[in-house]
């Protein structure tokens, strides 16, 4: 069964101090990667696309990673600004074009 | 500016009562899809369509119906039959070309009396 699991579920930053959110992911034929961030109360917000182990997105304060197994978003020197819920998707055949998304986490960043 | 537009924001439903969630788009995408997003949960998939008077059941359809008559819409109904609906749902599509990016709207809030 094709699953994505994040870990931590919650993580609490000071204002500067950089960390990684990692997703895990087991997919028979992975299509693609996705990273989300969801405010709370709204849409989720698409960040990042990857499709192929070693490769790497950046975006502001933000950087996505893949391996065969799993996936990093880092966060360097991350503002209160990038307080919000953080959401990792694959995208496989059995499900046609719909994405797999695990369960989120959610980054608190403290001034 | 082209987007996904889901209404209402917020809905109360007394139990035993169907509600009808819209999403209409208008950023001609082929494909769309309804998700559900309970606290401390991912998102899941209830339904999607591919294309126009044609949809396939995602993970939790039980209590749930769509239609697809027109490419811009794709209501949500939750029936009576959905033990507990209370929860945001979220309305996406995707282009069915290109990137593989789903959009997503602003959500509903449902919540059951």
């Known amino acids: 069964e094709d699953q994505v699991t994040q870990s931590p579920e919650a993580l609490r930053l000071q204002e500067g101090e950089s960390s990684s959110l990692n997703c895990s992911y087991t997919?028979?034929?992975?299509?693609?990667l996705f990273w989300y961030r969801q405010d709370p109360g709204k849409g989720p917000e698409f960040l990042f696309t990857?499709?192929?182990a070693g490769e790497e997105k950046e975006k502001e304060r933000l950087k996505a990673t893949l391996t065969k197994k799993e996936s990093f978003l880092h966060i360097t020197a991350p503002k209160p600004e990038d307080s919000a819920t953080y959401l990792c998707?694959?995208?496989?055949?059995?499900?046609?074009?719909?994405?797999?998304f695990g369960k989120g986490t959610t980054l608190s960043v403290s001034s | 500016d082209g987007g996904i537009t889901q209404s209402p924001k917020y809905l109360f439903r007394k139990e035993g009562q169907n509600v009808t969630l819209s999403c209409e788009q208008n950023?001609?995408?082929?494909?769309m899809y309804w998700y559900r997003q309970d606290p401390g949960q991912g998102l899941r998939l209830i339904y999607y369509?591919?294309?126009?008077?044609?949809?396939q059941k995602g993970d939790i359809a039980e209590g749930y119906s769509v239609s697809r008559e027109k490419k811009e819409s794709f209501p949500l109904t939750v029936t009576s039959a959905q033990k507990n609906p209370t929860a945001f749902y979220l309305c996406?599509?995707?282009?069915?070309?290109?990137?593989?990016?789903?959009?997503f709207g602003a959500g509903s809030r449902l919540t059951v009396l």
């Open positions: 998707a694959v995208q496989a055949p059995q499900a046609g074009t719909a994405l797999i």
């Open positions: 997919v028979s034929g992975l299509r693609g």
């Open positions: 990857l499709y192929s």
């Open positions: 950023l001609n995408h082929d494909a």
């Open positions: 369509s591919q294309i126009v008077n044609d949809f």
């Open positions: 996406a599509s995707l282009k069915d070309s290109g990137a593989n990016v789903l959009t």
